[in-house]
Nanobody
C-alpha cells in the first residue's frame, strides 16, 4: 500500500489561496492517476479534481472550476492542488488518492486504491 501524506491545509479568509500537496516516497509516481477529494461535516465525500497518469488530462468539479488547479511533479513524487478565490463552502477535509490500475482522470472513488489521511481546509473570516 502506498503511503500518501497531504499538507498545506489551514485557515484562510474568503478570497484567499492555499496550495495542498500530496507526497509519497519510494514510488514510481508517474504510474498512478491522482485524485483530490473533500468531505465537509455532515456531507458525503466528493471528488474535486483528477489528473491522469500522463498529466495530459485534468478535470474539475463544477464548483471549483476556474478556481482550483491540479498538477503533478513526478520527479518529486508529489501532486498539488492550487486553490484560489476560496469560499466558505470550500471548507472541508481534503484527501488525495492514487489509482494503480486506472490511468485516466476520474473522480469515481472506487477507482482509487490508496488514500492519504486528509488535511483540513477552513475558509472563514
Amino acid at each position: 500500500q502506498l503511503q500518501l501524506v497531504e499538507s498545506g491545509g489551514g485557515l484562510v479568509q474568503p478570497g484567499g489561496s492555499l496550495r495542498l500537496a500530496c507526497a509519497t516516497s519510494g514510488s514510481a509516481w508517474d504510474n498512478y492517476a491522482i485524485g483530490w477529494f473533500r468531505q465537509a461535516p455532515g456531507k458525503e465525500r466528493e471528488g474535486v479534481s483528477c489528473i491522469s497518469r500522463s498529466g495530459a488530462t485534468r478535470n474539475y468539479a463544477d464548483s471549483v472550476k476556474g478556481r482550483f488547479t491540479i498538477s503533478r511533479d513526478n520527479a518529486k513524487s508529489t501532486a498539488y492542488l492550487q486553490m484560489n478565490t476560496l469560499k466558505p463552502e470550500d471548507s472541508a477535509v481534503y484527501y488525495c488518492a492514487v489509482s494503480r490500475t486506472y490511468f485516466g482522470c476520474s473522480v469515481a472513488e472506487n477507482l482509487y486504491d490508496d488514500w492519504g489521511q486528509g488535511t483540513q481546509v477552513t475558509v472563514s473570516s
